[in-house]
Every structure is written in structure tokens, then in C-alpha cells.
């Protein structure tokens, strides 16, 4: 009997069901990556210009993307969090218009401040049969730190845990509803939604503030998910190790990006839950991948080194989120000629059933 050829798609969700696709995915080749009226949630020019909240952003050259500007910010102390919050109101969208709109962006260009240009030639994000996934930015913890600044943030949730768990619930409802309208208006596999925790060598918070304030929230994001019949993947930069399993534990589907110079037990985190938790990434962007001058053969000696060690057994995307992209060239061409014969040389079989 002949093998049943599996499209972009239905490979990488074998991946996402945390089980053995035929080759290993890779966001490069084999994900459309969409936002959804991504100026509500931050400004998307090379200048200087306000979300829906309120926020001012500028574009920082350096880091390639709009940022909340320094020094701006709409309130210092969390228990006024109430007057100076006003959460878009997601029913005066016209959803099937702005949807349209979205899938016809093109996203890179999005991304590196160049606001909402049409993708070339009219093309969707649905011509190619891969998987879609929305990503969603701006977090329960994020968005505070936006809206307040970073050290009155870190500060309100030592002070006053109280508000702060009130404000992260009250997001929190927010961005179900958000994902609701996603789930409905758009063709969408995955939301990826972004929430970073850690700096490089530690997280922002201790883990049992985290799983205090924040993680029951989390946990209702995700579930709303599930409930719309959508995956849930988190995006979270830094140290993150002490909470991946708090992570597979509410039911996140899968995690990135696994900064591999940051997080340096990814290995037996993998063999540990990767039958619960899709592993995104892993690479050592800081280290590798962003370094000036870096060669093609460190960065394809990185890519071997990133797939040999979470790569077996299934539940992994090859998911690189870095600040530039210049080493994707050398990667992709490391991934044709090692990566795409991997799980054949391992002996290792996909598991179509998970597509039923």
C-alpha cells in the first residue's frame, strides 16, 4: 500500500498532538502566521503611535519592532488600575471584515514595523494548506507592564498582590473573549499567545508568584481555547524551566521558544513531557543564531544540535522567534538536507491516527 502523503498542515498538527510527524515542521515552510487586528494591541508603524488601550509605542531600530515608549505610562500605582484601564470593545469590530483584512497582511512586514501591507500578488494566509496560527501578543503580564512600566509592575506584585490578581483576572476576561472572536471569524489551528516571564538567566517573578497570580487565568485562557476547538501555544521568552510543567499541567498544547542559552535542561524537560507539552524552538538565539558575524557553519551546527536533542520522538517545531532573521537561509538549507529525513533515519513512523 502506497504512503499517504501528508500536506504542511496535517504534518505539523501530528507534531502539535504531541506525536511523530513524517518530517520535522518547521515555521518556515510549514506555518502561516496571521495576527488579528494587531494595532488593538500595539502600534505597528516605524514611528511613533498609540494602541487601543492607550499605550504609546516607538519604534526602537535595534530591536526591529515597536516598543512602549519610556517614561509613558498611564498609571504608577496598581490599585488605580480600574480608572485608567479601558479594554477595547471587541463588538464594535467588524470582524468579518477585519478578518479579510488579516489574512491578506503580509506578516513579516507587520512584525518589522512597516504597518499593514498586502501580502503579494492578493495571496491569503489560507492559498497554502499549512497550518495557521494567530499570534496574539501583549499578555496578562505584558500588557501590565505596558500600561504602568516595568519597575512599578514588578513592584505591584510584591506590594499589592491583591489588585494585581484582580487586574490579571480582569485581562484575562478580555483575552477569552478575543480568542472567541478569533476561533470564530478566522481559520485558525493554533493561537499563540505571548506572555513573557523570564530574562535570560532568571524569571521576572518567583514561580510561586507566577502559579499565585497568574497562572489560574492562564489556566481559563487555555481552556477557552480548547472549548472554541483551537491549540494553544505560549510564547514566552527567557528562563521559563521551573514552570514548563505547571504549563502541561493546565493543559498548554505547546511552548516557545525554549531559548536554548537560557533554559539549559530542555533535554530531559523534553523526555519528561513532551508527550503532554510540543516543544517550539530551543535554539540559542543570544548565543548563535543572533550573533554578529555568526557563519554558516555554526549556525547549521546549532540546527543539529537543537534537532538531535528535541527532535526524537515527536512533539517538536523547529520555531526560531528571533529580533532578525538573517541566519534563515543556512537553517532551512541545514533542515532539507538533515532535519527532513530525521524520523526516517530514526526508524520512526508518523502517527496519522492523531489527524482522527
Known amino acids: 500500500m502506497e504512503e499517504r502523503q501528508l500536506t504542511p498542515r496535517e504534518n505539523a498538527l501530528i507534531a502539535y498532538k504531541h506525536g511523530v510527524p513524517a518530517y520535522i515542521p518547521t515555521l518556515f515552510t510549514d506555518i502561516s502566521m496571521i495576527q488579528a487586528n494587531p ?11 498609540l494602541d487601543d488601550f492607550g499605550v504609546e509605542w516607538t519604534y526602537v531600530a535595534d530591536a526591529r519592532a515597536p516598543m512602549p515608549t519610556t517614561g509613558k505610562i498611564l498609571f504608577d500605582d496598581i490599585a488605580d488600575w480600574r480608572d485608567h484601564v479601558k479594554f477595547p470593545d471587541l463588538e464594535a469590530i467588524d470582524w468579518e471584515k477585519q478578518a479579510d483584512l488579516d489574512v491578506h497582511t503580509d506578516f513579516m512586514a507587520l512584525v518589522a514595523g512597516a504597518g499593514i501591507v498586502p501580502m503579494a500578488d492578493g495571496k491569503s494566509a489560507y492559498d497554502e494548506d499549512k497550518l495557521v496560527l494567530c499570534m496574539v501578543i501583549n499578555g496578562p503580564f505584558e500588557r501590565l507592564h505596558a500600561l504602568m512600566g516595568f519597575e512599578n509592575a514588578l513592584m505591584a506584585l510584591v506590594t ?19 480568542f472567541k472572536k ?6 485558525v489551528d493554533v493561537i499563540n499567545a505571548h506572555d513573557d516571564y523570564g530574562s535570560k538567566d532568571r524569571m521576572f517573578m518567583s514561580p510561586d508568584t507566577w502559579r499565585q497570580l497568574i497562572k489560574p487565568h492562564l489556566k481559563r485562557m487555555v481552556d477557552a481555547c480548547h472549548e472554541a476547538g ?11 524551566e521551573p514552570i514548563l510543567e505547571d504549563l502541561a499541567e493546565i493543559g498548554v498544547d505547546a511552548i516557545d521558544t525554549l531559548q536554548g542559552g537560557s533554559n539549559k535542561n530542555l533535554v530531559a524537560l523534553k523526555q519528561k513531557l513532551g508527550d503532554r507539552l510540543t516543544f517550539c ?3 540559542d538565539n543570544q548565543g548563535v543564531l543572533e550573533v554578529p558575524g555568526v557563519t554558516s557553519a555554526q549556525i547549521k551546527s546549532e540546527y543539529q544540535r537543537v534537532v538531535n536533542d528535541l527532535a526524537p ?5 523547529v520555531f526560531p522567534i528571533t529580533i532578525g532573521f538573517d541566519y534563515v537561509g543556512d537553517l532551512l ?9 530525521f524520523y526516517a533515519k ?9 489527524l482522527h
Not at 478569533?182 to 481559520?187: E, P
Open 281 to 283: 524552538g530551543g535554539f
Open 160 to 178: 499589592d498582590p491583591e489588585e494585581c490578581y484582580e487586574y490579571f483576572k480582569a485581562i484575562a476576561d478580555w483575552k477569552i473573549a478575543y
Open 313 to 317: 520522538g515527536g512533539s517538536f517545531v
Open 39 to 49: 494595532t488593538m494591541e500595539r502600534y505597528c508603524g516605524n514611528q511613533v503611535g
Open 346 to 354: 530514526q526508524g520512526e513512523l508518523p502517527d496519522i491516527s492523531l
Open 230 to 240: 483551537v491549540l494553544y501555544q505560549h510564547h514566552s521568552c527567557g528562563y521559563i
Open 333 to 341: 538549507d541545514e533542515h532539507f538536507k538533515f532535519g527532513m529525513g
Open 182 to 187: 478569533i476561533a470564530q471569524y478566522y481559520k
